[in-house]
Antibody, heavy 124, light 106 residues
Framework: QVQLQESGPGLVKPSETLSLTCTVS????????WSWIRQPPGKGLEWIGY???????NYNPSLRSRVTISIDTSKNQFYLKLSSVTAADTAVYYC??????????????????WGPGTLVTVSS | SYELTQPPSVSVSPGQTATITCSGD??????ACWYQQKPGQSPVLVIF???KRPSGVPERFSGSNSGNTATLTISGTQAMDEADYYC?????????FGGGTKLTVL
């Protein structure tokens, strides 16, 4: 079955750019949407954005000015960049497959499966 | 922006039925899904499109959605069901999560 694994630096300095990679195994990245979601320590979940295998993206309006999600189908990987980070961006970052229903009778999504998550701390 | 509201905590005795609610404006007009998150683990999907259970999720988990409230029901709650539960919906091209409910089985 499909498995996801996040990777990247665990410590980022304020004002710098957070960069993470999600590697998909056990299946092809094509034909699906893929999302990034984060969870500050002790707090709830926040959707960051998604990318489709063809490269089209959609971001949470609250983060849109700082987020870039990209994809490399040849490597079965997709990526997150979050610029100008502050301590408020400290969180566990998850990648997940984003399953969508888009038609005249549905417009919804659900995330399954999720990666194990990676903690990114923003600190000098 | 759209908001989903959950009670911070729910308690249930083993073997009883646990009910966790998720409220949002006209939520019944959208689809809702639910995730279970145990300490130190990533969330796991337990209900999607209001009522559907993914393969491998026990039958004691069920969902409903009507009016302004989606509900996750756990029948015959077991100690292993103790976890945080999050609802989620899609609104105007944005994914939205509820604040989460801590389910305690005691």
């Amino acid at each position: 079955q499909v498995q996801l694994q996040e990777s990247g630096p665990g410590l980022v300095k304020p004002s710098e750019t957070l960069s993470l990679t999600c590697t998909v195994s056990g299946g092809f990245i094509s034909s699906y949407y893929w999302s990034w979601i984060r969870q500050p320590p002790g707090k709830g979940l926040e959707w960051i954005g998604y990318i489709y295998y063809n490269g089209s993206t959609n971001y949470n309006p609250s983060l849109r000015s700082r987020v870039t999600i990209s994809i490399d189908t040849s490597k079965n990987q997709f990526y997150l960049k979050l610029s100008s980070v502050t301590a408020a961006d400290t969180a566990v970052y998850y990648c997940a497959r984003d399953l969508r229903c888009s038609s005249t009778i549905c417009d919804d999504n659900w995330f399954d499966p999720w990666g194990p998550g990676t903690l990114v701390t923003v600190s000098s | 922006s759209y908001e989903l509201t959950q009670p911070p905590s729910v308690s249930v005795s083993p073997g009883q039925t646990a009910t966790i609610t998720c409220s949002g404006d006209k939520l019944g007009n959208k689809y809702a899904c639910w995730y279970q998150q145990k300490p130190g683990q990533s969330p796991v999907l337990v209900i999607f499109q209001d009522t559907k259970r993914p393969s491998g999720v026990p039958e004691r988990f069920s969902g409903s959605n009507s009016g302004n409230t989606a509900t996750l029901t756990i029948s015959g709650t077991q100690a292993m069901d103790e976890a945080d539960y999050y609802c989620q919906a899609w609104d105007r091209s944005t994914g939205v999560f509820g604040g989460g409910t801590k389910l305690t089985v005691l």
